[in-house]
């Protein structure tokens, strides 16, 4: 229903400056992500294509979205991986980090 969906950056930069799209109107959604700690807390990372009346857009869902009707969701857990996503601020963002701990 209400979704928020970063499409691309807006130019060739590190740290890149993120293109907002936002709609109020239910899609049909698709996606892929995982949830990783980042700073000790579970952390969303959504990727999804969505559509309405041929009209379709690909990207990262962030900050506050909504589910109109049903959610489906296939949880699946990789168990013996440290892995973690750190916050870069000179790339602008949290990269997933294979082999790491969080303290």
Request: charge should be negative; include cysteine; charged fraction near 25%.
């Amino acid at each position: 229903r209400n979704s928020n969906l970063v499409t691309g950056p807006l130019k060739d930069m590190i740290p890149p400056e993120p293109i907002w799209n936002s709609f109020v109107d239910p899609h049909e959604i698709i996606g892929i992500g995982n949830i990783m700690l980042e700073n000790k807390k579970p952390v969303v990372h959504l990727h999804t294509g969505l559509g309405r009346d041929g009209k379709a857009s690909i990207g990262c869902m962030r900050e506050h979205n909504e589910a109109f009707m049903v959610t489906e969701i296939l949880l699946l857990e990789i168990d013996g991986m440290d892995v973690l996503r750190k916050f870069d601020s000179t790339r602008g963002f949290a990269p997933i980090n294979f082999g790491e701990k969080e303290n």
